[in-house]
């Protein structure tokens, strides 16, 4: 699965848009981006996925460039339940291990009032 | 649909103890996958599961770690011989066959091995 490289920490105002990026420079034809996030103690919660369109659903909008080289997670109105750490995730469409997910270390996201 | 249920939420065991944990996957998933987090790192893949076939495997799963999912729906993860290394979340995940279903995780088992 290709690597992907997230920073480390953001910060967020409530009530403004949090945008989170995600470079996956070596992402091949095949793989979709995925982005979960985990709020303390809890498990990871799915939040969006997209091959090559941009998508939209009720939690944000996912955001991939043309060469499909970097994704962007929107959330459009943070709260301060949004504070979390949200993870990239490319994920290999085909053979029989497509079904894992390979965690990296994800970015720190926290919501100020 | 009452989501992923992992079961006991937290353990305490001592050194040289065996383990073992249960999770309970939504109904309709056939796959099934097992994590394991360390503090401040992201999940790590274990093991996975389709119906009751254990595909694959990580080279962290050592032997004193087994997973089994009889007739394709509860799984339970024992780890034997417990270590203080052993110390972890464990989470556990199902989700329907293919790349475009995300995964559901329930809310782990915390070992603590003293």
């Known amino acids: 699965d290709a690597k992907t490289t997230q920073p480390p920490s953001m910060d967020c105002a409530e009530g403004r848009a949090a945008n989170l990026p995600c470079n996956h420079s070596t992402i091949s034809g095949n793989e979709y981006v995925y982005w979960y996030r985990q709020i303390h103690s809890q498990g990871p919660q799915y939040i969006i996925h997209?091959?090559?369109n941009n998508e939209t659903n009720e939690m944000a909008s996912l955001i991939i460039t043309e060469d499909r080289k970097s994704s962007t997670l929107i959330l459009p109105h943070a709260t301060l339940r949004d504070t979390a750490v949200y993870y990239c995730?490319?994920?290999?469409?085909?053979?029989?291990?497509?079904?894992?997910?390979?965690f990296g270390q994800g970015t720190i996201l926290t919501v100020h009032p | 649909d009452t989501g992923v249920s992992q079961d006991p939420r937290h353990k305490i065991t001592k050194r040289g103890q065996n383990v073992t944990f249960r999770c309970d996957p939504i109904?309709?998933?056939?796959?099934l996958y097992w994590y394991r987090q360390t503090l401040g790192q992201g999940p790590e893949f274990l093991t996975y599961f389709q119906n009751e076939a254990q595909l694959e495997k990580s080279r962290l799963l050592s032997d004193r770690f087994s997973a089994e999912r009889p007739k394709g729906s509860f799984s339970t993860l024992e780890i034997q011989r417990t270590e203080q290394g052993d110390s972890a979340m464990y989470l556990c995940a199902s989700s329907l066959a293919g790349p475009n279903y995300g995964y559901t995780f329930g809310s782990g088992t915390r070992l603590t091995v003293v």
């Open positions: 995730i490319v994920r290999f469409a085909g053979g029989t291990s497509y079904g894992k997910l390979t």
């Open positions: 109904s309709e998933h056939n796959r």
């Open positions: 997209g091959l090559k």
